[in-house]
């Protein structure tokens, strides 16, 4: 059982570059989230998805943008990196409602020059 | 903004049992107290969770005071592999609300 698979695990960008993450849970969960951490620091919200077909912005959404593809996946969109978006970015799905627990993938360590 | 404050790091000898406090006055009767951790830059794995009621699993105790106002974490025999960052999570039901946010967490250190 995979759980929440991201691709790529490590990735270096040029400025300005754009690329996307992507996340594919199996666990035929509802919920999809991207969160980014940055050293030293909790995990802070970028986007989620609480169904398929429905996005909403987090905390910290400016410069990103992101697509419920279908049940399983949930991609995030650099369109123009830039430094500050340096940080390891995580994807975590689960059931809906506030009492299930989420699950978390490795992650995928951005590096943008 | 995280609804909970934690200490930002502790230690714990091996074999100790570790407890890890967390505060959430503002804490609303519908919300739940979640733990995590993260070991090292992986994923936050979860522990556990709850509502009132002291709950136990494989894992870990959590224990949550009759007005709901705080908790604590309990280790019961920790392990060097127990070190990592631990967040204390309030998560609400609908929306936004339902999100996991993260604050900065406890680093406990398990020392030998």
């Known amino acids: 059982n995979a759980g929440v698979t991201q691709t790529p695990k490590f990735q270096v960008l040029k400025t300005g570059q754009s690329m996307t993450l992507q996340c594919a849970q199996d666990?035929?969960?509802?919920?999809m989230y991207w969160y980014r951490q940055d050293p030293g620091m909790g995990l802070r919200l970028i986007y989620y998805s609480a169904s398929e077909g429905t996005t909403d912005k987090g905390e910290v959404p400016n410069g990103y943008n992101v697509s419920r593809l279908n049940k399983r996946e949930f991609s995030l969109r650099l369109e123009s990196a830039a430094p500050s978006q340096t940080s390891v970015y995580f994807c975590?799905?689960?059931?809906?409602?506030?009492?299930?627990?989420?699950?978390f993938g490795q992650g995928t360590r951005l590096t943008v020059v | 903004d995280a609804k909970t404050t934690q200490p930002t790091s502790m230690d714990c000898a091996e074999g100790r049992a570790a407890n890890l406090p967390c505060n959430h006055s503002t804490i609303s009767g519908n919300e739940y107290v979640y733990w995590y951790r993260q070991i090292h830059s992986q994923g936050p794995q979860y522990i556990i969770h709850g509502l009132k009621n002291n709950e136990t699993n494989e894992m870990a105790s959590l224990i949550i005071t009759e007005d709901r106002k705080s908790s604590t974490l309990i280790l019961p025999h920790a392990t060097l592999r127990d070190t990592a960052v631990y967040y204390c999570i309030v998560r609400g039901y609908g929306g936004s609300q339902g999100n996991l946010i993260f604050g900065k967490g406890t680093k406990l250190s398990v020392k030998p």
């Open positions: 975590a799905s689960s059931e809906a409602g506030m009492n299930t627990e989420a699950f």
């Open positions: 666990m035929n969960h509802n919920s």
